[in-house]
Nanobody, 124 residues
Framework: VQLQASGGGLVQAGGSLRLSCAASTRTFSNYVMSWFRQAPGKEREFVGGINMAGDVTSYGDFVKGRFTISRDNAKASVYLEMNSLKPEDTAVYYC??????????????????WGQGTQVTVSS
């Protein structure tokens, strides 16, 4: 399975971006999907995740209602809508696919596939 993330860019603080991740699989609905991010010198951290059916989501504590994860199983894609962006949101954002059923895992370990990452830069 290949994951192709896109939608990153440069935005001013308070702005918005929508990230997309397209998967090359016909069994996309079998995967829990998540977004992680990694800033320079920091560990990769969980941003948000969505279950296979798309009706259960979870987020990192820092999100505080600013981001929304969604998926379209017919298009084999997952999205991350980011609003009220802050300079500390600057990072490379990765989508990840997990074959384990249930809720999205917050740990990096265990995810089966990773996208190549898309850079998000928020200027102050």
């Amino acid at each position: 399975v290949q994951l192709q993330a896109s939608g990153g860019g440069l935005v001013q603080a308070g702005g918005s971006l929508r990230l997309s991740c397209a998967a090359s699989t016909r069994t996309f609905s079998n995967y829990v999907m998540s977004w992680f991010r990694q800033a320079p010198g920091k560990e990769r951290e969980f941003v948000g995740g969505i279950n296979m059916a798309g009706d259960v989501t979870s987020y990192g504590d820092f999100v505080k209602g600013r981001f929304t994860i969604s998926r379209d199983n017919a298009k084999a894609s997952v999205y991350l809508e980011m609003n009220s962006l802050k300079p500390e949101d600057t990072a490379v954002y990765y989508c990840a696919a997990d074959l384990r059923p249930g809720h999205a895992a917050r740990e990096v370990r265990g995810y089966n596939y990773w996208g190549q990452g898309t850079q998000v830069t928020v200027s102050s």
